[in-house]
């Protein structure tokens, strides 16, 4: 699992003192107790570091596992030798009302791995550790990604899915931003596509139909591809396939045809639901060989007809789960070099950047249908695809939109001022859409892509219609670049 965006969890060593992680009751030894005795309790104890104490309970040093190794590697005797002669000491401890930041800076800074914890008159209350702080932080996010490489089925896939919208919350409370939380989304989104992969390629051996015929690369294109997913997914995935000149076609693919029908159909049980545009690997139009893809492209480029960009608007935002990685290379930069020189396709492409008008009333003020604002085509499509269209008329190679603003912005096609609006109308975007969406899920209802303002304090619908403000500037700034 793709866990970088989890580096942006900075703010949870800030709000949190070592007496919220800190393990306790602590076990203790004293200077003369053998080596081979406070061993043995630290076995015991499943623990990597004892608190050596006086005859007043009040810490003189510390013995941690890595002593007693030096020692054996020395080939000393355990019996022969006591904690006072091995400890390190002075101790180095910290109260327990030290924030977590703190001790993880000195525990860095001094080479430690355990942190003693003490009260004010030096009694050990309890002791902390590298491994114990770092797994802390990250954990509930770090555990989906081992529960998805080992589901068995699409159940348990299903029950890890089913954690995001806990999973986006706890992120949101320790104020990780917006695209970061959507970042981790896409890749649990990506991971399970993966797993789903795996999965569907074991049933087609059990069933008889052997291993993939050829090499093959899965695709996962859209929103997760770019690793900005909300909690409102759908499937976008495509296939490639790469058969030798010798096999058979047509039974290349009848292969491939059902192990994607597979896949889909555990994705879906799993809880991403299947595509209602069709945009799924067990659809034949999503599912070519190099050379198809190739002329597909190419054919889009030369004649950009409506069903053409449908069928584009997210594969430029292809990335590689399963398979052979070089062949999404490839296809990328095949991609980008045909429509590139293209600026009739590039325009057709961009007829999403005009969706932001229709949110705006009279005034400034918000329309609403049925209560609500679709963000997504209000504020989100409409930055996403004039970003997505300038980079790909640069040739620009990089998919997330964050990447895109940023070698645009190097480039000189977009302004310091624009870039710094975008970024904030997409996350605000992102925010208010984020909070809804687990309003919905928590009130039983399917999450979706539209906002009730309602549930916005004054500041937060302020700042929804500043971004669909800024939103509907992005068809003349297609326009300039174009």
């Not at 499943?46 to 104490?53: D, N, Q």
């Not at 810490?59 to 190794?69: F, N, P, Y």
């Not at 991971?191 to 569907?200: I, P």
């Not at 600026?343 to 057709?348: A, E, H, I, S």
Request: some cysteine; proline content about 5%; glycine content about 8%.
């Amino acid at each position: 699992m793709d866990v970088s965006a989890l580096r942006t969890l900075d703010s949870w060593p800030y709000r949190h003192r070592l007496a919220d992680v800190m393990r306790t009751p602590v076990a203790t030894v004293t200077a003369d107790t053998t080596l081979a005795e406070a061993a043995r309790r630290m076995v015991q104890a499943g623990i990597g570091a004892l608190p050596v104490v006086d005859d007043g309970g009040c810490i003189i040093g510390i013995l941690s596992e890595r002593d007693a190794l030096r020692l054996a590697a020395e080939g000393g005797a355990p019996t022969a030798h006591t904690v006072g002669s091995l400890m390190s000491a002075p101790v180095d401890a910290m109260p327990a009302d030290t924030f977590v930041y703190r001790a993880l800076a000195r525990m860095q800074r001094r080479g430690f791995r355990h942190m003693p914890v003490v009260d004010a008159a030096g009694h050990p209350v309890g002791m902390v550790s590298a491994r114990t702080l770092l797994a802390q932080r990250a954990a509930f996010a770090l555990a989906l990604g081992d529960e998805i490489d080992v589901a068995a089925d699409a159940a348990a896939l299903r029950a890890t899915h089913d954690r995001l919208p806990a999973l986006a919350t706890a992120l949101l409370a320790d104020d990780v931003s917006p695209p970061a939380v959507a970042a981790v989304i896409a890749a649990v989104t990506r991971d399970m596509t993966g797993r789903a992969a795996a999965l569907a390629q074991a049933a087609m051996i059990e069933d008889g139909r052997g291993p993939a015929p050829c090499g093959w690369c899965l695709l996962v294109l859209g929103s997760a591809g770019r690793g900005e997913s909300l909690l409102a997914p759908d499937q976008d995935n495509a296939l490639i396939l790469d058969p030798r000149p010798e096999q058979d076609a047509s039974a290349v693919d009848d292969w491939f045809a059902a192990f994607a029908g597979r896949l889909n159909a555990i994705l879906d049980s799993g809880g991403i639901p299947l595509c209602k545009g069709g945009v799924m690997a067990r659809e034949a139009d999503y599912r070519r060989t190099r050379a198809g893809w190739r002329t597909t492209v190419a054919r889009w480029a030369e004649n950009p007809d409506g069903e053409a960009v449908l069928a584009a608007d997210i594969f430029f935002d292809l990335v590689s789960v399963a398979g052979d990685a070089t062949l999404a290379d490839g296809l990328r930069q095949d991609a980008i070099a045909a429509v590139a020189s293209s600026p009739l396709f590039l325009r057709r492409l961009a007829e999403p950047v005009g969706g932001a008008e229709a949110a705006l009333g009279w005034f400034g003020t918000i329309r609403l249908k049925e209560g609500r604002v679709d963000v997504k085509r209000a504020v989100l499509m409409p930055i996403v695809a004039t970003l997505r269209v300038l980079a790909l008329r640069r040739g620009i190679k990089q998919v997330a939109t964050k990447e895109r603003l940023r070698e645009l912005r190097a480039q000189g096609v977009v302004s310091e001022a624009d870039a710094t609006a975008l970024e904030r109308a997409r996350e605000t975007a992102m925010a208010v859409l984020l909070r809804q969406q687990i309003a919905d899920i928590t009130a039983g209802k399917a999450p979706g892509n539209a906002v009730d303002p309602g549930i916005l304090d004054r500041p937060a619908r302020r700042a929804l219609r500043w971004s669909i403000e800024r939103a509907t500037l992005m068809p003349g700034l297609v326009g300039d670049a174009l």
